[in-house]
């Protein structure tokens, strides 16, 4: 059950309108990042909720989730491939994402994401 709402409608330029929505649910796990069993019990929680299928959208929308490469995804002179990195493909199981202690750590670990997950 929801017991508290925050939503924020934002249209960027000429962009779509769409929501930053924020839940609060009754019996949600509360996470404790000390606690292995939390982050399981969270990401089980999500899992029930939240599904990255776009199977149940009608077909417009559906359409209008796709992003199609344009002039403003590469630069001119040196950029052969999409400057956005598209397309994101989702996580392969719910994960809990935490902070990076620092920015050359942070570098280190994205480029290791990239370079050995990627689909």
């Known amino acids: 059950m929801i017991f508290f709402i925050f939503l924020k409608i934002i249209s960027i330029f000429y962009s779509s309108p769409h929501v930053h929505k924020l839940l609060w649910l009754e019996n949600a796990p509360k996470f404790d990042p000390n606690d292995k069993m939390t982050e399981i019990d969270e990401c089980n929680f999500v899992d029930q909720m939240i599904s990255c299928s776009a199977d149940s959208l ?4 559906a359409k209008l989730q796709v992003h199609k490469h344009t002039h403003t995804c590469y630069n001119k002179f040196t950029q052969k ?5 598209i397309p994101y493909y989702p996580m392969r199981k719910t994960m809990t994402l935490k ?5 050359r750590r942070e570098r280190n670990e994205l480029k290791y994401i990239k370079d050995n997950f990627s689909i």
């Open 99 to 103: 902070p990076f202690a620092n920015k």
């Open 58 to 61: 009608p077909e417009n929308l």
């Open 81 to 85: 491939t999409c400057r956005f990195d």
